[in-house]
């Protein structure tokens, strides 16, 4: 496979899941070994959230939605009786 390819595997999680399933099931390997998939996993997750929370608050915005979502703690306080 050409190294290029080989270095766009890593953003790839499924990579790091493959060898925390293998190392379970057929190496029988503990969280100890496992680490540094499960750490590449979790980082890979936050990323993707973080994007994802920024690309949606930016639509928000672009479809003047922003207010309506900040505004609504104080609203549901408002429905429920709460009133400031």
């Known amino acids: 496979m050409a190294e ?5 595997t890593y953003v ?9 399933i293998r190392g ?3 190496e ?4 100890a070994v496992l ?5 590449a996993l979790l980082t890979l997750g936050a990323v993707v959230s973080a994007a994802g929370t920024l690309r949606f608050r ?4 672009q ?4 207010t309506l979502v900040a505004d609504a703690p104080r609203r549901w306080d408002y429905i429920m009786g709460q009133r400031p």
């Open 12 to 20: 790839n999680p499924l990579r790091y899941f493959l060898v925390i």
């Open 63 to 66: 479809w003047g939605m922003a």
């Open 4 to 8: 290029a390819i080989q270095y766009l």
């Open 24 to 26: 379970i099931f057929l």
């Open 35 to 39: 680490w540094p998939q499960m750490l």
């Open 28 to 31: 029988g390997s503990t969280p």
């Open 58 to 61: 930016k639509r928000l915005e």
